[in-house]
């Protein structure tokens, strides 16, 4: 009963470290994996929402990298964008992509509350919710 007590302390607590090793570990534990959800904010002062979707590719400690992109007008995905990030607690993340910002905690094992914004021209602000859907 202790070591299933202390699983689920590990899983709730530090939800970027947990493992799939374990029968009790969530089927997408880790961070790894695809993530996608909603993009939603002001994009040069107009509202935008759009399917957003990040691959985590490649993870290294506290340092991650991956890729990002969304749905077009058309439906179409956008080209993959490549994105680097690091995690500054167990479950709070910031990173870049080629011109902006990534914020984000995970909330659970297979949920992100997000931001991300950039300056200059394409000036954006947007906050995401992002599901995991794979390992």
């Known amino acids: 009963m202790l070591a299933l007590i202390s699983l689920v302390f590990v899983m709730v607590l ?11 570990a969530p089927r997408n534990a880790g961070f790894e994996g695809v993530w ?3 993009s939603e904010g002001f994009e040069n002062g107009v509202f935008v929402s759009r399917e ?6 490649s993870r290294q ?9 969304w749905r077009e ?3 179409e995905w956008s080209a993959p964008e490549p994105f680097q ?7 709070t993340y910031r990173a870049v992509d ?5 914020t984000g905690t995970l909330v659970s094992p297979t949920r992100i509350r997000g931001t991300y914004q950039e300056a ?5 602000a947007y906050t995401q919710i992002l599901t995991k859907i794979s390992r």
């Open 73 to 75: 007008k058309g439906g």
């Open 36 to 38: 996608t959800g909603t």
């Open 14 to 24: 530090a939800p970027a470290t947990a493992q799939a090793a374990s029968p009790l």
């Open 98 to 102: 080629g011109d902006g910002y990534l």
């Open 85 to 91: 990030g690091v995690f500054v607690t167990a479950r």
């Open 120 to 124: 200059g021209s394409d000036a954006a």
């Open 52 to 57: 957003v979707r990040f691959t985590i590719v």
């Open 61 to 69: 400690g506290a340092a991650f990298t991956g890729t990002k992109s």
